[in-house]
Nanobody, 132 residues
Framework: QAQLVESGGGLVQAGGSLRLSCAPS????????MGWFRQAPGKEREFVAA????????YYEDSVKGRFTISRDNAKNTVYLQMNSLKPEDPAVYYC?????????????????????????WGQGTQVTVSS
């Protein structure tokens, strides 16, 4: 049973934008960080972006820097991924993830949260398709 629920995927033309949203299906665990991973057919799952729930730190995979923005709304317990200037290499199933354990230090946060290791909860994934 997915603990996180994503929405917002779909089909968009290259150069277009999409915004993904993700929220816990039930408010029963603390969140210290959330993020997004993606997996294209035949490829390994890869890190996209992460945010410390305080909002003090965000971290991006190099290929999405300047195009994607991760943000959160504490009141709604929701994380967003605004994706602009979508490219043909961006299509994938995008997974929302959440970490219930605190990680101290910005460097440690970046080093750990670009891997699947710290994440306790995963969404079911939402498909993003980019047409050329």
């Amino acid at each position: 049973q997915a603990q996180l629920v994503e929405s917002g995927g779909g089909l968009v033309q290259a150069g277009g934008s999409l915004r993904l949203s993700c929220a816990p299906s039930r408010r029963s665990f603390h969140i210290y960080a959330m993020g997004w991973f993606r997996q294209a057919p035949g490829k390994e799952r890869e890190f996209v972006a992460a945010i410390r729930w305080s909002g003090t730190l965000t971290y991006y995979e190099d290929s999405v820097k300047g195009r994607f923005t991760i943000s959160r709304d504490n009141a709604k317990n929701t994380v967003y991924l605004q994706m602009n200037s979508l490219k043909p290499e961006d299509p994938a199933v995008y997974y929302c993830v959440a970490d219930s354990q605190y990680t101290d230090g910005d460097y440690a946060f970046k080093e750990t949260h670009k891997t699947i290791g710290p994440y306790d909860y995963w969404g079911q994934g939402t498909q993003v398709t980019v047409s050329s």
